[in-house]
C-alpha cells in the first residue's frame, strides 16, 4: 500500500504538522464541510469538477462556485472554485497550470504532486478550498525569475532523469519536498520519499540518481 | 569502437527540459475557445446488445450539446474493433460520447440516458470457448484474425471435439484444430535421439499497459482543416490511420502528438477512441476535449494476450536443443486482435534455435479488454515460458545455466524458423558473456541456495529477443541560410529520446556541430517525412537510415553546388566544419550557409522544386512545403536490408526470497544487450532499465483477474495492477551494451526497446525457482501465495490452465 500523502523521512527535517496531512477521511470530511452535495457523476466517473467556467454550470445542485483567493507560486491568485473541485482541477483547468499532470485523479499515481507548505500532496487529492491561506508550489513555481532550473530540475536533465515525462513534474515535487525536509537523504531514504511517485515507464534509478545529485548539488 | 563525433556520446535531448519544467504540453493540456467536454458512456456487461435506448432526458439537460452514438458512423465489419457500438463485447466498451459544457454536467446527463440492454453469452476462458458448446464472445464466432496489412480480418467458429479434451489430462493443454501452424526439420526423429525432455504446460496472464497519460484527446476543425491533440507514440504514422477513421484526406489532418505519456505498444500510431472528440467535434461544431479517466483506461487502454499453453523440449546430452513443440491458445480479447502467438513461436525458433520445431497455435477471443501489442508481443511471454525451463534442462543435464543459453543462442551464421531467415548480425553470446562478467555470475552462483533463517538466496539469467528495425522510409533536411540543420522527423516521443538519437545520424554524416542543429517534430504542419512509428523496437535501425540517406543527398548536393560555383567536379570536393571545400585547396569553399542560400538561388532538386519520384506523398508535400527555404536533402531508404535485424538481451537477478511470506527483495540486477552501435549512452542505460522494471511487474504482480460469473473485472487500477513502484527494485541497477556494429545498418545501430523487458522478467521468475531449489511455476506472474505453497508443499490454489484468475 502506498502512503496516500508522501511522508518525509530523514529525521533532519522538520517535523510534519499532523494538520498538513491531507488523508482520505479528511479529503471527503472535506467536502461535508463546504456544504457540497457531490453531484452524481462523480460518483459513478472518477472525475470531479472540472468546471467549464461558464453560466451554464451554475443553478445545478452543488456546484456554485465561490470567488476565493490562493496563494500560488507565491502570488495571489483570485479563482472561482466549485466546492467540490480538487486542487488539481483548479490548477490545470482555472489557473493554466498544467505541469500537474493527472495520471489517475484518484490518489494512486502521483503525477499530480505539488507542494503545500513545503509538503508534497497528491492535487488530485486536495480541495481547492481546503488550501486557502496556505502555499501551494507547483512545477512552474521551481524556476527562478530569470528562468534559471531549480537544483532538482537540474539534476533531472543531468541525469536523464525523464522517459515519457508524464510523472515527471510529480517526480520533481517530491524530491524538492524530500530535500526541504531532508538535505542529505541516504539512497534508501530518498526512494521510500519517491515511493508515492509512480512511472510506467520505470525510470526509477535515474530519478533517484537525479535526487541524490540534486542532494549533493544543494 | 567507432570514430563518430556525436553517435555513442551523451547529449540533452531537446525535449527534456520541458519535461522537468511542466512546459512539456501533452494531449490533455492544450485548450481552445469554446471548448466543450465529453464523456463516455461504456458498457457494464461483457457481452450485450441495445434493446432500446432514451436519451432525450439527457440531451433536453441545459449545457449538455450533443451526442454521438455508433449509428452516426460509418458501420464496421466483425470482428474489427468498432469506435462506438451499440452491441459491446467487453465491460468498459465506448457506446456512445455525450458533450456538454462541463464535464460534470456531461456525466450527470449520461445518468439521465436509459439503456435496455440483451445479455449475451459471454467468455473470459478461451479454453471455455473451444469446448463443444462453449459460449462464442462474438455472435459471429470465436476465432479472430488479421490476414496481413490491407486486408480485413476475419473471424471464424472453431469447437474442439471432447475426444481433443479428452485426450490429455485436466493438467495439459489439449490441442485441437490450429488456425496457425507450422513445422521444419524431423521433430519427432530428433525427439527420439534427446536425451532429456521436458513437456510442460503454461499459463501466462493478460496485462494492462497503464500509460500513466491516458488517452485523453481533443480535436475540432478550423477552415476545413480537423486538428487533433493526440497522444500517440507516433507521428507520421499515426497520420493517415487517424485521417481514415475521421473520414477525411491525410492533408486535412492536423495531428499535434509533439509529446505522448507512455503508450508501451497501446498508442503504436492511431487507435479509435482518439477519433471521437474528432467526430463528435464534426456533429456539434464546436472543439471537445475528451479526458480518459484511469479506469476508462483500464478497458480502452487494451491489454497484453495471455497465453495457455504447452511446450515440448528435447535436448541432447551437452544441452543443445534438438526438438521442439510449442501449443498456443491466446486470448485475444474481443476483436481482431494481436498475432503475439505466432511472434512467441518466431521467438522460440530464433532465440534457442533448436534443430526442429513445430507450432500450433489459436487466438480465441474473450470479452475482456482488446488486446493490441504490449512491449514484445509474443517474445516476452515465450521468454518468461521458456527460460525458467532452459534451467529446468541445464539442472538435469549438470549444465551451468549461462551456459546452456550460450550454446543454443544464434550467431552470424544461424539460419532460423520454417523460412530458415538469417540474421543481419547476433551477439547474444556476447551479451550474456558480457552480462555475466559484469553480474559476477561465478560468484553469485555459489550464493546460490544460501540460507539465512527463513531467507534463501535465488540467481537467475534470462533472455529475450524482439525484431529491431525496417527500412524503406524516407529522410527529410534542410541546411538554412542561416548555416542550421533542420533535421524533420517523422517518429514519434515514446520517450526513449530516439527521436533525436537517430537524427544525430544527419549531423554526423554532414559534420554539423551539434549546436547547429534542429529537431523539426511534433507537429503534421511542420513538413515531416513519412516515418515508421515508434514501435517494435524499430526506431534506432529504421530511422538511422533515413536520416543518413538524406544527410548524403545533402552531402551530394553540397559538393555540386560548390562544383558550380567553384569549378569543377563534385568529386573534386569534401564537406568539413561545415563547409564545402575543394580537396586540392581547401580554402576554396562555401559554408553551408552560403550554399543553401545558392541552392535556393539555383532551385530545382537543390530547394526542394524538385523531389525524387519514389517518396511517399507525405514527404513529397514536405518537400514542397519547404521548398526554396535551403537545400534541401531528400531520399527514400533503398539501402540494403536483409535478414531480421534482432534486438537481443539478457538479465541477470539475485534475490533473496521469503520461503515464509513469499516475499523477495532484488539485490542486484544488470542488463546487457546487443543493440548493434550504441548511438545515445545514457538513453540505453535507461532503456535498459525501465524494461527492467516493467519486466518484474509481468513476472510477479500484474494480471488481469476476471469474474467467470459475471465476466466483471476486478484488478482495474493501478493499485490492484499492482505496478513496479520504487520500492520494488534494487537500490541500483547496472547496465552494458556489446556495441558491434550491424552491418546492414550505415552506422551500424539497431533497435532494443521491448526484449530489455522479457529478459528481467524471464531472469527474476528463473531466480524464484532457483531460490525454490528447482521448483518450477509454469505460470506468470508468480504472486507470494504461490512460492508459500510451493515453499510449504501444499497444493496451489488455482488449476493449472485457470486464466483471469487470482
Known amino acids: ?218 | 569502437m567507432n570514430n563518430y563525433k556525436l553517435l555513442g556520446k551523451n547529449f540533452t535531448p531537446p525535449d527534456v527540459v520541458a519535461k522537468v519544467t511542466g512546459k512539456a504540453k501533452y494531449a490533455e493540456d492544450f485548450r481552445v475557445e469554446g471548448m466543450v467536454y465529453a464523456r463516455l458512456l461504456t458498457s457494464p456487461m461483457p457481452h450485450a446488445r441495445i434493446k432500446r435506448m432514451d436519451a432525450s432526458e439527457a440531451l433536453a439537460m441545459p449545457g449538455v450539446i450533443g451526442m454521438l452514438t455508433a449509428d452516426d458512423l460509418p458501420p464496421v465489419t466483425s470482428p474489427q474493433k468498432p469506435t462506438l457500438t451499440n452491441e459491446p463485447h467487453y465491460v468498459g466498451e465506448p457506446i456512445l460520447a455525450l458533450a456538454a459544457e462541463s464535464e460534470t454536467l456531461a456525466q450527470d446527463a449520461l445518468e439521465k440516458i436509459k439503456i435496455e440492454w440483451e445479455p449475451l453469452p459471454f467468455t473470459v476462458d478461451p479454453l471455455e470457448s473451444l469446448y463443444p458448446g462453449g459460449a462464442n464472445a462474438r455472435t459471429d464466432g470465436n476465432v479472430a484474425f488479421g490476414r496481413g496489412f490491407g486486408n480485413p480480418p476475419v473471424i471464424e467458429e472453431t469447437k474442439w471435439s471432447a475426444r481433443d479434451f479428452a485426450t490429455v489430462g485436466e493438467d495439459q493443454l489439449p490441442m485441437g484444430k490450429a488456425q496457425a501452424e507450422w513445422t521444419y526439420g524431423d521433430v519427432e526423429g530428433n525427439f527420439a535421439r534427446a536425451s532429456y525432455i521436458i513437456d510442460e504446460t503454461f499459463v501466462t496472464a493478460g496485462t494492462s499497459h497503464h500509460c500513466l497519460e491516458p488517452r485523453s484527446a481533443l480535436a475540432y476543425w478550423q477552415n476545413g482543416k480537423c486538428i487533433v491533440h493526440g497522444s500517440s507514440q507516433s507521428q507520421s504514422f499515426t497520420v493517415p490511420f487517424l485521417a481514415g477513421m475521421i473520414g477525411i484526406k491525410p492533408e486535412d489532418l492536423v495531428f499535434i502528438g509533439e509529446y505522448c505519456g507512455g503508450g508501451f505498444g497501446s498508442k503504436g500510431f492511431a487507435y479509435t477512441e482518439m477519433s471521437i472528440p474528432a467526430h463528435l467535434s464534426k456533429k456539434i461544431n464546436r472543439p471537445v476535449m475528451m479526458r480518459i479517466s484511469r479506469a476508462e483506461e483500464f478497458f480502452v487502454g487494451a491489454a497484453r494476450p495471455g497465453f495457455q499453453g504447452r511446450v515440448r523440449l528435447g535436448f541432447a546430452e551437452n544441452g543443445r536443443l534438438l526438438a521442439a513443440n510449442l501449443h498456443i491458445v491466446q486470448d485475444n480479447g474481443p476483436d481482431t486482435g494481436f498475432n503475439d502467438y505466432m511472434s512467441a513461436a518466431g521467438a522460440l525458433a530464433l532465440v534457442y534455435t533448436p534443430e526442429a520445431m513445430t507450432f500450433k497455435g489459436i487466438p480465441v477471443s474473450t470479452n475482456t479488454p482488446p488486446r493490441v501489442p504490449q512491449r514484445g508481443p509474443g517474445q516476452n511471454q515465450l521468454a518468461c515460458a521458456i527460460e525458467p525451463l532452459l534451467d529446468k534442462a541445464a539442472k538435469h543435464l549438470g549444465i551451468d545455466q549461462v551456459e546452456i543459453r550460450t550454446l543454443n543462442a544464434p550467431n552470424n551464421d544461424t539460419r532460423y524458423g520454417p523460412k530458415q531467415r538469417g540474421l543481419t548480425s547476433a551477439y547474444m553470446n556476447e551479451a550474456l558473456e558480457q552480462g555475466a562478467m559484469e553480474f559476477g555470475w561465478q560468484e553469485k552462483k555459489k550464493l546460490s541456495g544460501q540460507r539465512n533463517g527463513s531467507k534463501v538466496m535465488g540467481i537467475g539469467v534470462g533472455q529475450a529477443y524482439h525484431s529491431a528495425g525496417s527500412s524503406g522510409f524516407d529522410g527529410l533536411v534542410v541546411l538554412t541560410p542561416e548555416g542550421k540543420l533542420h533535421i524533420h522527423t517523422g517518429v514519434g516521443n515514446l520517450g526513449t529520446y530516439s527521436h533525436t538519437a537517430t537524427s544525430r545520424v544527419a549531423a554526423e554524416v554532414l559534420k554539423c556541430d551539434w549546436q547547429s542543429c534542429v529537431v523539426v517534430r511534433g507537429d503534421s504542419r511542420k513538413h515531416l517525412p513519412w516515418n515508421l512509428a515508434q514501435f517494435g523496437s524499430n526506431t534506432s535501425y529504421t530511422m538511422t537510415r533515413t536520416n543518413y540517406v538524406a544527410a548524403m543527398d545533402a552531402v551530394n548536393k553540397l559538393k555540386e553546388i560548390a562544383a558550380l560555383d567553384l569549378g569543377g567536379t563534385a568529386d573534386d570536393y569534401d564537406i568539413g566544419d561545415e563547409k564545402v571545400f575543394a580537396i586540392a585547396e581547401p580554402s576554396r569553399s562555401l559554408s553551408y550557409a552560403d550554399a543553401a542560400q545558392r541552392a535556393i538561388d539555383i532551385g530545382g532538386k537543390y530547394s526542394g522544386q524538385e523531389a525524387p519520384d519514389d517518396l511517399n506523398a507525405m514527404t513529397r508535400a514536405s518537400v514542397a512545403g519547404l521548398a526554396g527555404t535551403g537545400l534541401i536533402g531528400v531520399a527514400k531508404d533503398n539501402l540494403a536490408s536483409e535478414g531480421t535485424p534482432p534486438a537481443f538481451a539478457a538479465g541477470f537477478v539475485h534475490i533473496e526470497l521469503d520461503l515464509e511470506t513469499g516475499g523477495y527483495e532484488i539485490l542486484d540486477y544488470v542488463g546487457a544487450v546487443d543493440c548493434g552501435t550504441v548511438l545515445h549512452p545514457m538513453g540505453l542505460d535507461q532503456q535498459i532499465k525501465g524494461g527492467a522494471v516493467m519486466g518484474f511487474g509481468m513476472a510477479t504482480k500484474e494480471r488481469h483477474v476476471y469474474d467467470p460469473q459475471n465476466g466483471l473485472p476486478a484488478a482495474v487500477g493501478i493499485h490492484d495492477s499492482k505496478i513496479t513502484t520504487y520500492l520494488d527494485l534494487p537500490l541500483e541497477m547496472r547496465t552494458t551494451a556489446v556495441d558491434k556494429a550491424d552491418p546492414m545498418n550505415p552506422v551500424g545501430s539497431r533497435g532494443i526497446g521491448e526484449p530489455v523487458m522479457g529478459c528481467a522478467a524471464a531472469a527474476l521468475l528463473c531466480a524464484i525457482s532457483d531460490a525454490l531449489d528447482g521448483h518450477y511455476f509454469n505460470r506468470i506472474p508468480i504472486v507470494p501465495d504461490m512460492i508459500v505453497n510451493a515453499a510449504s508443499g501444499r497444493e496451489q490454489s488455482h488449476g493449472t490452465l485457470a486464466v483471469n484468475t487470482f
Open chain 1, 1 to 218: 500500500m502506498k502512503p496516500e500523502v508522501f511522508t518525509p523521512l530523514g529525521s533532519g527535517g522538520p517535523a510534519m504538522s499532523v494538520s498538513a496531512r491531507v488523508s482520505r477521511r479528511n479529503f471527503i470530511k472535506g467536502i461535508i464541510a463546504t456544504g457540497a452535495t457531490v453531484a452524481s457523476g462523480s460518483m459513478l466517473g472518477t472525475l470531479t469538477g472540472c468546471s467549464g467556467e461558464t453560466a451554464s454550470t451554475a443553478g445545478i445542485a452543488g456546484t456554485v462556485e465561490r470567488l476565493i483567493t490562493l496563494n500560488v507560486n507565491g502570488k495571489a491568485r483570485r479563482v472561482d472554485v466549485l466546492p467540490q473541485e480538487t486542487l488539481a482541477m483548479t490548477l490545470r483547468y482555472k489557473l493554466g497550470l498544467t505541469g500537474t499532470k493527472l495520471g489517475c485523479d484518484r490518489g494512486e499515481c502521483g503525477a499530480c504532486t505539488i507542494l503545500i507548505d513545503d509538503i508534497p500532496t497528491y492535487a488530485c487529492s486536495t480541495l481547492s478550498h481546503g488550501v486557502r491561506g496556505r502555499q501551494v508550489t507547483t512545477i512552474e513555481g521551481l524556476q527562478t525569475a530569470n528562468g534559471d532550473l531549480h537544483p532538482v530540475q537540474q539534476a533531472f536533465v543531468a541525469e536523464l532523469g525523464p522517459q515519457c515525462g508524464y510523472c515527471t513534474p510529480g517526480q520533481v515535487m517530491s524530491a524538492v519536498g524530500l530535500l526541504k525536509a531532508n538535505p542529505s537523504p541516504t539512497r534508501e531514504e530518498a526512494r521510500r520519499a519517491m515511493s508515492g511517485n509512480l512511472c510506467r515507464c520505470g525510470a526509477y534509478d535515474n530519478y533517484l540518481n537525479s535526487v541524490m545529485r540534486a542532494a549533493r548539488m544543494s
